[in-house]
């Protein structure tokens, strides 16, 4: 237990200097706001390039890798829309922010750092190998919901591709057969981008939750927040383990991902459409708070540590 602690303890330390930082008025939003940009436009980027240009992809796709983790977001996202529709009246944009706040989750500023530090290199291959599908789907899947057939797929491509951090799985894919013949000073350069990804990440995220905090009632936060964290790696957990084959590292980097909190795109998600975004706020909110036990549950269970 002791040793599941210390690998998400300085996750969640650095988040919570963030958040003290910010709940005394030594980190200003601006601040946060600042960093924030800086990790999802250059930074994680960076880090993402840098990992696929160098790691061994695997000739044959792992669709059961893929399969396995994309099932439980479809659960618990169609879980989240039925109930927040029947029972809190949630429809239409309102009803998708709840479904995206419990399937998307907050890869870049936990997922990232958390996974890394359990499976280090082992884990880099699977963990970016979901990161470059997890994004456009569930991004294009909320748009779909959210403006049905008026979305168009000229607007939805561009989105995708303009992305920051589906240029950076784009590039590192790309320019993969040259990347022995890259300089060495390019590589540092690349190295402190990318080694400042994870702890700016962390700070900014502290920042974010005080600034958004819980700005609504707790019951469906709560729900959300019990799909994301507990039914959605539980899901995963089965069907690595017990429906596909693939290395035990494999399976606990896509059983990680599952249970990391809500992702901050769903708040970003309800602002560009100015609804449900109180509820995004309260769900990110919630759910990275109790993180800190479910992932130490989850560490456990995984034999990581």
Known sequence: MLESFAIVFPVFGLIAIGYVGSRFGAMTTRMGEG????????AIPCLIFRTLMRAEIPAVQPWGYWISYFVGVAVVWGIAMAVGRRFFG???IPGVVAGFAAGQANTVFVGIPMILKAYGEAGAVPLFLLIAVHLPVTMTLATLLAEGRGASPLMLLRRLVTHPIVMGILAGTALRPVASGVPGPVWQILDLLAGAAVPCAL???????????????????????????????LIVLVLTTQVFQMPPAW???????????SGINAYLFAERYNEGVALASASVTLSTVLALGTSVIW???LGVG
């Open 35 to 42: 960093l924030s940009e800086f990790v999802c436009t250059l």
């Open 90 to 92: 949630l429809k239409g």
């Open 203 to 233: 700070v900014a995220m502290g920042i974010s939750l005080r600034r958004y905090g819980l700005r609504t009632g707790w019951r469906m936060p709560a729900l959300i927040t019990g799909l994301k964290l507990v039914v959605h790696p």
């Open 251 to 261: 399976s606990g980097v896509a059983v990680l991902f599952a249970s990391c909190p």
């Open 299 to 301: 560490l456990q269970v």
